[in-house]
């Protein structure tokens, strides 16, 4: 489910990771947050471009999520989550890429396109 109607960027939980991330079959990014971290704020446009941008290139292939680190501690811990914002590249179920701290949009794109 989006985070808000409008948004391509799902909204993750305990409840949906595994079949929403652990199960997908084309690759998903995870974006771990908190509403009281700064850079995780700055980093929301960025998952929406995300997701729009890698749908048109990749044929809708990349599914972009935000996982809200406070009220999700199973999957947080799971994925071993040390700072925020995370940012954590799937496919297959197994982790491709992993950045910690808010980067630019330059900076994501190259991180996605090393990877996908």
């Not at 808000?4 to 595994?18: G, K, M, R």
Request: proline share 7%.
């Amino acid at each position: 489910m989006p985070a808000d109607v409008d948004s391509p960027v799902l909204a993750l939980t305990d409840a949906n990771f595994q079949a929403t991330v652990l199960e997908a079959q084309g690759p998903v990014l995870v974006d771990v947050w908190a509403a009281w971290c700064g850079p995780c704020r700055l980093m929301a446009p960025l998952m929406t471009w995300a997701a729009t941008a890698y749908a048109e290139a990749t044929g809708g292939a990349l599914t972009v999520g935000k996982l809200e680190a406070d009220p999700n501690p199973i999957s947080r811990d799971s994925l071993k989550v040390q700072g925020l914002p995370t940012l954590i590249l799937f496919r297959g179920g197994q982790e491709l890429a992993r950045h910690e701290g808010a980067m630019a949009q330059s900076q994501l794109k190259a991180f996605l396109d090393a990877h996908l």
